[in-house]
């Protein structure tokens, strides 16, 4: 066909053809039908199809029945514009991921670039080019003593294969018996069946059940609750570490094959742990044997801080799950960090890891990471995250003259900020006023207020902030003036 003639004709047409062949009792895709009758379509077209047709995920569906669906169509810098024409400051990086801001050029760049030289290739008995460089550039920011890289495209399929690795290492290596694992309360470490078995949260798991036997849980480093008085940080870390190894022996060592442990604890809001907490982790993992597995999920690329949070709080980990940030959101990608050790038993002979993803390691998200990092160095993001933190802190901290905000922790651009009921008894929300203030106002009132992050309430209730590393303290400012209002009008209705 000549070029002057596909011009002339709408290419969305085509579409018609499928459309008008359905039987009339099936489903009503109006979108579509608009669409390739030319029409313009926008947030009244989308809301009633994406109704109609999507399943959003961890999303309570009933309140699109009278209301609207938060629909977002661009993302630029820190901000994102929503299809009703609001601007949001974007509190959260997408979902912990895009640490560089959005829509950068580079990351487009190279993912055409790669597109067009190998737009696939399993990592399935082959390798690419991209998968190899990217393995060496991760390994040389990435914790000392890693040595191999396992991708994966997202952080439940990094805690999958560390569980699985983890247990066919011990049994190729004569300790056949050790095959559970440790995780701490409140923890999220994703949805598959492993994972959500690794996974604290009871209310996620419950639907699911039975999952895979043999996961525990120890407490968290919730510092803010604290069972009971300690002399400070340090001495409460010592005493929650302590738990993990009283649940190794009483599991029985020879059974125990991991720990999962995340340098930062996101579900609960931003639980911090001091060196002292890490080292006696540390050393119980050595005692026993068992592999201590740093999720870095989120943690990891530069949102601490550093590059990883074991690095900054010297964990020491055997195994490190990363994902999410390693391509600033433009690619779904992970890259699951090895010792060398898990990786000898395979070296000679028949054994081999059945285990993979078709979509692991992809040539073009592994590209985008590359760029991703590179962008990482130029504009020195890890050292602008660190420098800018105390100030990030400070910023938040204002918000301690609100009635309502409990505590405010974390560390780099990670903090959670969690609302209570009275500042002195540390009176948290009753499962109702939860419901009615989390869900009933305040998510949607941050909205309202120009900023997209999450209240949450997967253990007290907290909202939850991780701006891209871009940012600076300006928009520091104009996220504390945000929480400040909401707040303000969340503890009148708490009241009222
Ligand atoms: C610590 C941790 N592990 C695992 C996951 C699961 O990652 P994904 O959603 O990429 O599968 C998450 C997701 O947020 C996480 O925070």
Redesign the pocket.
């Known amino acids: 066909m000549a070029i002057s003639e596909s011009k002339k004709t709408n290419p969305l047409a085509n579409l018609l053809k499928p459309l008008l062949k359905r039987d009339k009792s099936g489903p009503q895709l109006e979108l579509l039908e608009a669409m390739a009758a030319g029409k313009e379509v926008g947030d009244k077209e989308w809301q009633k199809s994406g109704k109609e047709h999507n399943w959003l995920h961890f999303t309570r569906h009933s309140p699109f029945n009278k209301g609207d669906m938060n629909i977002i169509v661009r993302g630029e810098g820190h901000y994102l514009y929503d299809s009703k024409g609001n601007k949001l400051i974007d509190g959260l990086s997408g979902?912990?991921t895009c640490n560089a801001g959005h829509a950068r050029p580079e990351l487009a760049q190279a993912a055409q670039k790669q597109m067009m030289e190998l737009d696939f290739m399993p990592l399935w008995s082959y390798n690419h080019p991209r998968a190899i460089e990217l393995a060496e550039k991760l390994l040389s920011i990435g914790p000392e003593g890693m040595n191999r890289i396992f991708f994966t495209?997202?952080?439940?399929?990094?805690?999958e294969s560390a569980w699985k690795i983890a247990k066919q290492y011990f049994k190729m290596t004569g300790k056949p018996q050790k095959h559970k694992v440790i995780s701490r309360m409140t923890?999220?470490?994703?949805?598959s069946h492993g994972?959500l078995s690794i996974t604290g949260i009871p209310a996620f798991k419950q639907m699911f059940e039975p999952l895979v036997p043999s996961a525990f849980r120890v407490p968290n480093t919730n510092y803010y609750r604290a069972p009971h008085e300690f002399a400070n940080e340090d001495e409460f870390g010592i005493w929650a570490a302590n738990r993990l190894e009283e649940a190794i022996l009483f599991e029985g060592p020879d059974t125990v094959a991991a720990f999962f442990v995340?340098p930062i604890q996101?579900?609960g809001g931003c639980f911090t742990a001091t060196k002292a907490y890490f080292k006696r982790i540390r050393e119980i993992c050595t005692k026993y044997d068992v592999v201590l597995v740093a999720?870095?999920?989120?943690t990891g690329y530069g949102r601490t801080g550093e590059w990883f949070g074991s690095i900054r709080y010297d964990i020491q980990p055997d195994m490190m799950?990363t994902?999410?940030a390693i391509t600033s959101g433009a690619q779904?990608l992970?890259a699951l960090f090895l010792k060398e050790k898990f990786f000898e038993p395979f070296k000679e002979g028949t054994s081999v890891l059945a285990h993979g993803y078709t979509f692991g390691g992809h040539p073009v998200a592994c590209a985008v990471a590359l760029a991703n990092l590179e962008i990482f160095e130029r504009e020195n993001l890890i050292e602008h995250a660190r420098n800018n933190s105390p100030i990030f802190r400070k910023t938040l901290e204002r918000l301690y003259d609100l009635p309502i905000v409990g505590d405010v922790r974390g560390d780099g651009y990670f903090f959670a900020v969690e609302i209570v009921k009275d500042k002195k008894t540390k009176e948290t929300l009753s499962r109702a006023e939860s419901e009615k203030l989390l869900r009933g106002f305040l998510n949607n009132a941050l909205l309202e207020a120009g900023i997209y992050c999450r209240a949450d309430d997967r253990g007290d209730p907290v909202i939850q902030l991780a701006p891209p590393l871009t940012c600076g303290p300006k928009e520091f400012d104009e996220i504390e003036a945000i929480l400040r209002k909401v707040l303000t009008e969340a503890w009148k209705r708490l009241n009222g």
């Open positions: 979902l912990f495209t997202g952080g439940t399929e990094g805690v923890a999220y470490h994703g949805t994972a995340e996101n579900a999720d870095e999920t989120i799950i994902a999410k779904p992970g």
